[in-house]
């Protein structure tokens, strides 16, 4: 199988909205996507596998000097083969060209994939959010200095 990390362009939309059904808990109406993407478009990658999307991530830039990573996921059967990663890695990328000298996330407590995950990437945690989320679960928030 051949992953292909590229651009967001909107015709991909509604693969996106699919893998965030799947993957995350949090439900985010259309637009959120397109409004992300029109804020930070270098910042909105997207991992395709075999012409089909696999994964994405996007964020935005909050002040002066920090990133955020607004949603990261991956689909089930593409999972553990390193396209989180290279997502991760070139959102750092693109974060680095624009000047910011960290960036932030939110996780919840009890998704330990993914704070591992993010935890082997060199982001740890800085604070408890309690009740962030939709459900009332709390969050971490991690940070990366880069």
């Known amino acids: 199988m051949f992953v292909q990390i590229k651009a967001f362009k909107p015709e991909l939309l509604q693969e996106i909205i699919e893998i965030t059904k799947r993957n995350l808990s949090e439900r985010y109406n259309d637009f959120i996507f397109l409004d992300i993407f029109r804020s930070w478009p270098s910042a909105f990658l997207v991992g395709m596998a075999d012409d089909r999307v696999a994964g994405f991530i996007c964020g935005g830039i909050s002040g002066e000097k920090e990133a ?70 709390d969050a971490y928030l991690m940070q990366r200095f880069i």
């Open 68 to 137: 955020r990573i607004l949603m990261l996921a991956v689909d089930f059967p593409y999972r553990k083969m390193g396209l989180g990663t290279g997502l991760v890695t070139l959102f750092e990328q693109e974060a680095a060209k624009v000047k910011v000298n960290r960036i932030k996330l939110e996780v919840k407590t009890d998704n330990l994939e993914a704070i591992d995950f993010y935890k082997g990437r060199g982001y740890i945690i800085t604070g408890l959010l309690p009740s962030y989320y939709n459900d009332g679960t």
